[in-house]
Nanobody, 115 residues
Framework: QVQLVESGGGLVQPGGSLRLSCAAS????????MGWFRRAPGKQRDWVAD???????NYADSVKGRFTISRDNAKNTVYLQMNSLKPDDTAVYYC?????????WGQGTQVTVSS
């Protein structure tokens, strides 16, 4: 059974940093691109960043230069380092494979940026 478990969220002041982690089942991790997504209050879930198995990355314009996605294939984990956080980054953050598989969505991790 596939599991994706996100962690690392919390409350942070504007300008602060957080690092999110997503632990994935070994059966899906090594051969899949992985992505981070977020759902802000009252909005749809949006793509944030993704990383291929060979570590090529892509970012949404809204986070480019502030967020960094990485992966540790030995640990079956993908990370999202978030710096210079803004209130607009407040959302529940999720990870998934790319292409997205609906059955893989986890509970997500809440990130709140507020003073």
């Amino acid at each position: 059974q596939v599991q994706l478990v996100e962690s690392g969220g919390g409350l942070v002041q504007p300008g602060g940093s957080l690092r999110l982690s997503c632990a994935a089942s070994g059966s899906i991790f090594s051969r899949n691109a992985m992505g981070w997504f977020r759902r802000a209050p009252g909005k749809q879930r949006d793509w944030v960043a993704d990383i291929t198995p060979d570590a090529k990355t892509n970012y949404a314009d809204s986070v480019k230069g502030r967020f960094t996605i990485s992966r540790d294939n030995a640990k079956n984990t993908v990370y999202l380092q978030m710096n210079s956080l803004k209130p607009d980054d407040t959302a529940v953050y999720y990870c998934n494979t790319l292409p997205v598989r609906g059955g893989y969505w986890g509970q997500g991790t809440q990130v709140t940026v507020s003073s």
